[in-house]
């Protein structure tokens, strides 16, 4: 992909390389230039909309930049296109126009930075509050972290086609666990469209990260960007880091996160099986995948001291060795473990019940999975073949054997086949781990992070790939930190799923690209007690 | 499996990092842990009129991250494997250490450091290869009087006094 792009356009861009594999190009003179590039860019075979992301860089450039990051999957490449847009004329072209994936992440660049997408699809509100006033832009760098405007409550829904009613899912909804609103249009009982309302659970965190902390600290707020694949957030974002400060991990380190990466997967699927078999109605399968999965959050507490695998990766490695006594508990717990979720799998797939409800519902098709960038079990269970463990190898998956399942079907069963048979590959992968655990130090000393130095990543959380991109200030702060979440592309691809089919299917076909809203929704701290939402300020130590 | 939980006590396992607790009596009010916080679930805050300073712990903020244990230089701040947070009143989770501020020895302002301060810097110099009593001249200022005597020393170079 790169080899290409050079051929092409190299010539009137300027170049920067970001590692072996990574380059970024930036347009400096011809943004007419841009949609061409990216046109051809898409039309490779395994390229795909890695992230995109937005960042004020008036203070050093005089203008806005927008990189779009493509990623080529067969050839482990990554690529950045950077545009420059004008203060003064905050415009650029649109590339959701022919590529649909890209549509959220220009309408939140719109609606953070105030930057517009020439030719936008869909120009409505995504990210900010429905009574955010207009032109207020809370990513831009005079706009300061405690702000909290006021404004009018006003959002333009989309107009049920004729005939149809709405029938509302969300925000709060008995089959919802986070906030979200699907509107959907209904003839009878049949689905026929859908709009979607979210990012109710927005916290901001990238002006957070911007504002007052340090760069180690972010390590713990990035954790708590999801609740399920935190550790994948946090070693994400560490990776960025030691990329763009050209830290060297130690290998034990980078097998203990990958020890725990593959736990959190585990945990996270088998909390998915169980999810899917209440929403069908079977709760015995139910109760009984998720007492294996107390044995997985068991372990987690033993290993990391927390019951969901918190606080352990920091930037240059981890903070609790592997010791002996706790390798004996993973080798017990997991030969336990194996055999629980086999049985399980056979009671719950021999259920007609089950298998009846998920077969042919929620059809997504690997056309549509393409086009919208779907990522994780979601894209796998539709034929896309892409995980990012094996093919922008991270951590210690260089030196691992593991498969990568992938069905054609794209409905529920499908992708409930993918997450059960990763669930195998994930005890495979720890047992290997648990064999080959280098010796040596488990944390790397380095300096400061140099001012300017930009780094991406992506981790293979339960749900998809994780992309943290990094870009570093000055006095060892973050300028700019984008987290792209898994159900970011995959939540895009819900409308599509759940056109034909039936309300009663509704619930199973949200849950069953395992959504998590807070983790797209990554600032705003409601007071409990008026009901106002401030930001509140707190000085870290006054020291008069 | 089913346990009669609230009745029947439930143990955290050795490696579990719970509720942090502070000792008033190793802290020293450095605001170490204040620094180092992720979520500001500890403050130090000062009041230079009084002459107190106090560092407050919000367990209901805190991520249970083990971050102040790790900085802490007197080993006060400590994670227990005590989990059980609930409560119908969020003063519940606020925990204060208040300490003294030193009195400036030149204005007799407080000083930005607390008594306790001043007493384990002294006892962290070793005696000998450092002039103690000089240190210890200079230690509780006010950093208006500290800026005055660099100042002074530096224009009478040579000289100690002021």
């Known amino acids: ?544 | 499996m089913t346990k009669a939980y609230p009745f029947e006590p439930e143990e955290a396992p050795p490696e579990y990092r719970g509720i942090p607790r502070i000792d008033p009596v190793l802290c020293i009010g450095c605001g170490a842990c204040a620094n180092a916080c992720p979520p500001n679930a500890i403050l130090r805050i000062d009041d230079p009129e009084n002459g107190t300073r106090r560092i407050v712990l919000d367990v209901g903020r805190c991520i249970r991250c083990a971050r102040c244990e790790e900085v802490c230089p007197t080993g006060a701040v400590r994670l227990t494997a005590e989990f059980e947070a609930a409560t119908d009143d969020r003063n519940d989770h606020v925990e204060i250490v208040e300490l003294r501020l030193a009195r400036c020895r030149g204005c007799g302002k407080y000083t930005c450091y607390t008594e306790r301060q001043v007493e384990k810097v002294l006892s962290l110099i070793p005696r000998g290869i450092l002039d103690f009593d000089r240190v210890r001249e200079k230690l509780p200022l006010c950093s208006e009087c500290k800026l005055k005597l660099t100042v002074l020393n530096a224009t009478k170079f040579g000289e100690v006094e002021p």
């Not at chain 1, 099986?273 to 507490?301: C, Y």
């Not at chain 1, 990766?313 to 060795?321: E, I, M, T």
């Open chain 1, 1 to 544: 992909m790169i080899e290409e792009f050079e051929a092409r356009f190299g010539p009137i861009l300027e170049k920067r390389t970001l590692g072996e594999k990574k380059a970024l190009y930036t347009i400096m003179a011809r943004p007419e230039d841009f949609q061409n590039m990216v046109r051809s860019l898409l039309a490779g075979q395994n390229v795909r909309l890695f992230t995109m992301v937005g960042t004020d860089e008036r203070a050093v450039e005089d203008a806005f930049s927008i990189t779009y990051w493509f990623a080529d999957t067969s050839k482990g490449e990554l690529l950045g296109v950077r545009l420059y847009v004008p203060e003064d004329k905050p415009v650029f072209p649109s590339v959701a126009q022919f590529h649909r994936g890209a549509l959220w992440f220009e309408r939140e660049v719109q609606d953070l930075l105030g930057v517009e997408a020439e030719g936008l699809p869909d120009r409505r509100r995504l990210i900010l509050p429905d009574d955010w006033p207009e032109g207020v832009y809370p990513l831009r760098e005079d706009f300061k972290y405690s702000e909290s405007p006021p404004g009018e409550k006003r959002y333009p829904y989309a107009r049920p086609p004729e005939g149809t009613s709405v029938h509302a899912i969300g925000p709060y909804h008995i089959a919802l666990d986070e906030p979200a609103h699907f509107r959907l249009f209904v003839r009878g009982e049949e689905i026929v469209g859908v709009d979607y309302r979210g990012f109710y659970s927005h916290r901001g965190i990238e002006k957070l990260a911007r504002g007052r902390l340090n760069y180690n600290q972010v390590c713990f707020i990035a954790e708590r960007i999801c609740g399920i694949c935190g550790f994948c957030h946090s070693t994400a974002y560490a990776q960025a880091i030691e990329e763009a400060a050209g830290i060297e991990v130690p290998e034990r380190a980078e097998y203990i996160r990958t020890l725990l990466l593959e736990l959190e997967r585990l945990h996270s699927h088998l909390l998915w099986v169980g999810v899917a078999a209440h929403l069908v109605g079977f709760d015995t399968a139910f109760m009984e995948v998720w007492r294996i999965r107390e044995r997985v959050m068991w372990l987690a507490e033993r290993l990391t001291g927390n019951r969901k695998t918190y606080g352990l990766v920091v930037v240059g490695g981890v903070r609790r060795d592997l010791l002996d006594y706790r390798r004996e508990l993973v080798e017990r717990e997991l030969d336990v473990m194996r055999r629980e979720f086999n049985d399980v799998v056979e009671f719950l797939l021999s259920s007609g019940g089950f298998v009846k409800r998920c077969e042919g519902v929620g059809v997504l098709s690997k056309e549509k999975a393409r086009a919208w960038d779907a990522c994780g079990p979601v894209a796998r269970a539709s034929g896309v073949d892409y995980d990012v463990r094996r093919d922008f190898p991270y951590a210690a998956y260089r030196d691992l054997s593991f498969e990568v399942p992938v069905e054609t079907e794209g409905d529920v069963l499908a992708r409930a086949t993918v997450r059960i048979e990763e669930v195998r590959q994930s005890i495979s992968l720890i047992e290997q781990i648990l064999d080959a655990m280098p010796g040596g130090g488990i944390l790397a000393d380095f300096g400061d992070i140099p001012e300017g130095a930009e780094g991406i990543s992506a981790v293979e959380a339960p749900r998809g790939e994780n992309v943290h991109y990094i870009l570093a200030g000055d006095r060892n702060t973050i300028y700019r930190w984008r987290v792209k979440a898994a159900t970011y592309n995959n939540l895009q691809t819900v409308p599509d799923m759940l056109v034909g089919y039936t309300i009663a299917d509704a619930p199973l076909i949200i849950a069953s690209i395992d959504p998590c809203y807070s983790c797209t929704e990554r600032v705003q701290v409601v007071d409990i007690e008026s009901g106002k939402s401030k930001v509140v300020r707190l000085g870290v130590g006054i020291c008069r």
